[in-house]
């Protein structure tokens, strides 16, 4: 298989999947620049990643687009991954998420084309295909709720940069695809996400806060599985011009489920509450990952179970860390 990214730029290298993938880049003997404004930073846990040899680390917003030309020298390829997310950020603060996520996207895109990048990956998100959508094609329309409601926020600025994204390859010659995560978790998330945000509370002694009835149902795909398709497409030319889904279809769960999952692994020494929702809920949401699996030999192989019980390993080897 061809092999590209010699050095590999990553936005928001800092940040948990950020981090994870500069990690697999270096254990592939890459070149690895995170660019982050490290507002989220999971790269606090990988101190040998932040000394590494093969890692440079530039502070930077990808709204300042002449720092983040600079930091493209010498890069072929770039890694989109810096964006405004979390669902609670898109009611307090919509405005910047438009503009961190479609400006940041075209200012990315810009300084790949000033310095010669020839690969670019756009990291968008599952939440592009609205409030309803069991197994996630593609192809198909997208259909996105009101504009009253600014819980669309972040879905429509994905596919703004989507749009972005491939138009500059169209016009520029460069090799674009853009990625759609499903429900990504694992050790070192520092944001949003129900995985994490129940492993704090189990932790912390708290109870596992569900929000609305529980019955909302997402695909579950751990972090290892979601960087070995982020790998795949970098060593893929032929995926040019692709919109790819990642997640993993056979690890389907509602949020109580998942919630009772993770109580189970700590031996009933927690309990669930059910909160009211205070957001829009997305009823349904998994993904076909056929196109990945043909293009790629995508196959994700850690089970919900086993992915959980890694994660709450994790946030209990961190919190004995900071005892």
Same mark, same amino acid.
């Given at each position: 298989?061809e092999q590209?990214?010699h050095?590999v $730029?990553i936005t928001?290298?800092?940040?948990?999947?950020g981090?994870?993938l500069?990690?697999? $880049?270096v254990?592939?003997?890459?070149?690895v620049?995170?660019?982050?404004n490290?507002h989220?930073?999971s790269l606090?846990?990988v101190?040998g #990643?932040?000394?590494?040899?093969a890692v440079?680390i530039v502070?930077?917003?990808?709204?300042?687009?002449?720092?983040?030309q600079?930091a493209?020298?010498g890069?072929d390829?770039?890694?989109?991954?810096?964006?405004?997310?979390?669902v609670?950020?898109?009611?307090?603060?919509?405005?910047r998420t438009l503009?961190?996520?479609i $400006?940041?996207? #075209?200012?990315? #895109?810009?300084?790949?084309k000033?310095?010669g990048?020839t690969?670019f990956?756009?990291?968008?998100?599952s939440?592009c295909?609205?409030a309803n959508?069991?197994?996630a094609?593609?192809?198909?329309?997208?259909?996105?709720?009101?504009?009253q409601?600014q819980?669309?926020?972040?879905?429509?600025?994905k596919? *703004?940069?989507?749009?972005?994204t491939f138009?500059a390859?169209?016009?520029?010659?460069?090799?674009?695809?853009?990625?759609?995560?499903f429900?990504?978790?694992?050790p070192r998330?520092?944001g949003?996400?129900?995985?994490?945000?129940f492993?704090r509370?189990?932790?912390?002694g708290q109870?596992?806060?569900?929000t609305?009835?529980?019955?909302?149902?997402?695909?579950?795909?751990?972090i290892d599985d979601?960087?070995d398709g !982020?790998?795949?497409i970098l060593h893929?030319?032929? *995926?040019?011009?692709?919109a790819?889904n #990642?997640g993993n279809?056979q690890?389907?769960?509602?949020?109580?489920g998942?919630?009772?999952?993770i109580?189970?692994?700590?031996?009933?020494?927690?309990?669930?509450e059910? *909160?009211p !929702?205070?957001?829009?809920e997305i009823?349904?949401?998994?993904?076909?990952?056929?196109?990945?699996?043909?293009l790629?030999?995508?196959?994700?192989q850690?089970?919900?179970?086993?992915?959980l019980?890694?994660?709450?390993d994790w946030f209990?080897?961190?919190q004995?860390a900071?005892?």
């Amino acid at each position: 298989m061809e092999q590209t990214g010699h050095c590999v $730029l990553i936005t928001g290298g800092g940040g948990f999947i950020g981090s994870h993938l500069a990690e697999r $880049l270096v254990a592939a003997e890459r070149r690895v620049v995170i660019y982050d404004n490290f507002h989220r930073d999971s790269l606090q846990y990988v101190p040998g #990643l932040r000394h590494h040899p093969a890692v440079r680390i530039v502070a930077g917003d990808v709204l300042d687009s002449q720092a983040l030309q600079q930091a493209c020298a010498g890069c072929d390829t770039i890694v989109h991954l810096a964006a405004i997310a979390g669902v609670s950020s898109y009611y307090t603060m919509p405005t910047r998420t438009l503009q961190v996520n479609i $400006l940041g996207t #075209l200012n990315a #895109l810009e300084a790949g084309k000033a310095t010669g990048v020839t690969r670019f990956v756009d990291v968008s998100t599952s939440e592009c295909y609205g409030a309803n959508c069991f197994d996630a094609q593609e192809e198909q329309n997208h259909i996105l709720g009101p504009v009253q409601d600014q819980r669309w926020t972040y879905a429509l600025s994905k596919l *703004v940069s989507e749009h972005f994204t491939f138009g500059a390859g169209r016009e520029s010659g460069m090799s674009c695809v853009t990625v759609r995560p499903f429900n990504i978790y694992g050790p070192r998330q520092t944001g949003e996400g129900a995985v994490a945000n129940f492993c704090r509370a189990v932790v912390q002694g708290q109870p596992l806060k569900v929000t609305g009835d529980g019955t909302a149902i997402r695909a579950w795909c751990y972090i290892d599985d979601f960087i070995d398709g !982020m790998m795949a497409i970098l060593h893929t030319p032929q *995926v040019t011009g692709e919109a790819l889904n #990642l997640g993993n279809p056979q690890c389907i769960r509602s949020t109580l489920g998942l919630a009772e999952d993770i109580v189970r692994l700590t031996g009933g020494n927690a309990r669930i509450e059910l *909160v009211p !929702m205070p957001f829009t809920e997305i009823h349904v949401r998994t993904p076909s990952i056929s196109k990945a699996r043909t293009l790629l030999g995508f196959a994700p192989q850690v089970s919900l179970l086993e992915g959980l019980r890694r994660t709450l390993d994790w946030f209990y080897k961190e919190q004995d860390a900071c005892a």
